[in-house]
């Protein structure tokens, strides 16, 4: 009886694989059409990888758009980064060019100035009272720095020297209000210059004052404006500004010139002092010679 079971086992054992793989052969031979058996499985495996496939393709897009945005975001720090430093570099670029130009410009009034030995100095430091317009610049006596020096910019003529210490000095601008402030100065006519004193400085027009000038010369807008030279303390043709406009005095013997200035008093870094003893020294030198 066992050895009956056992054969019965076989023969279905046999037939279970003669069975399959005549299925195997029938499935994949070409047919235009499949069985319906065939379709339902099919039907019921293409559901459930519908079923799967579908959140693990959202899945999928999820993460690779997270780390989409970790990158932009990685990006756009990188960007900021080098937007500052470019925005930086522009900035120092800018100023290195103002500063290389101002430089240009010093080394040809220097050598504009002849005769007259000149003391390179840079402005440090600035009065924030406004009551005084007044700079700190970086030489003093040991570099041969004297009280009443002319300092020039590459504009023009800004002030003199007020103070001076063993290595810094103060230089009192035009613009000051301070009364006892008084250049002698000149403005070159057609025909004939015309003496004054710079005396004062109008904020609202942010233009020098020329007083005391002749009234019966002709001064028309548009004139030089220089230092005069008469006072001794600075050498002559030192250039100041331009008129801008003639107002006569209260007592009509005389007029006042509104000069605008050359040189900004504003912006004010590189500066050069005149030394009129040398230029003086200079002179008698040379006509000593002859």
Do not use: C
Request: glycine share 8%; no cysteine.
């Amino acid at each position: 009886m066992p050895q009956f079971f056992l054969n019965k086992r076989l023969i279905v054992l046999l037939i279970s694989v003669i069975l399959l793989v005549a299925m195997i052969g029938f499935s994949i031979r070409e047919r235009d059409r499949i069985s319906k058996p065939e379709q339902f499985v099919r039907d019921i495996v293409g559901f459930g990888q519908t079923i799967i496939a579908k959140p693990a393709n959202a899945m999928a897009v999820f993460f690779d758009n997270i780390n989409d945005l970790k990158n932009t975001y990685t990006e756009n720090k990188k960007l900021k980064s080098h937007l500052e430093q470019l925005t930086s570099l522009e900035a120092q670029n800018h100023e290195l060019k103002k500063e290389n130009e101002e430089l240009k410009s010093i080394i040809k009034e220097k050598n504009s100035l002849g005769d007259s030995e000149s003391i390179q100095a840079q402005v440090i430091a600035r009065n924030p009272d406004s009551w005084y317009e007044q700079v700190v610049i970086d030489k003093g006596e040991v570099n041969g720095v004297e009280k009443n020096m002319a300092v020039v910019t590459s504009g023009g003529f800004i002030g003199k020297v007020t103070q001076v210490d063993k290595f810094y000095s103060t230089v009192e601008l035009l613009s000051s209000p301070d009364e006892t402030n008084r250049i002698s100065a000149k403005v070159q006519g057609a025909k004939k210059d015309a003496y004054g004193l710079i005396e004062g400085y109008d904020k609202k027009t942010k233009m020098l004052l020329l007083k005391q000038l002749d009234f019966n010369i002709k001064i028309k807008k548009g004139d030089h404006v220089v230092t005069s030279g008469l006072s001794g303390m600075f050498p002559s043709g030192l250039v100041i500004g331009d008129v801008e406009k003639i107002v006569p005095d209260e007592n009509g013997l005389t007029q006042t010139a509104y000069v605008k200035p050359e040189a900004n008093f504003y912006d004010v870094r590189e500066v050069l002092v005149i030394n009129r003893k040398a230029q003086k020294l200079n002179s008698s030198v040379l006509g000593g010679g002859q």
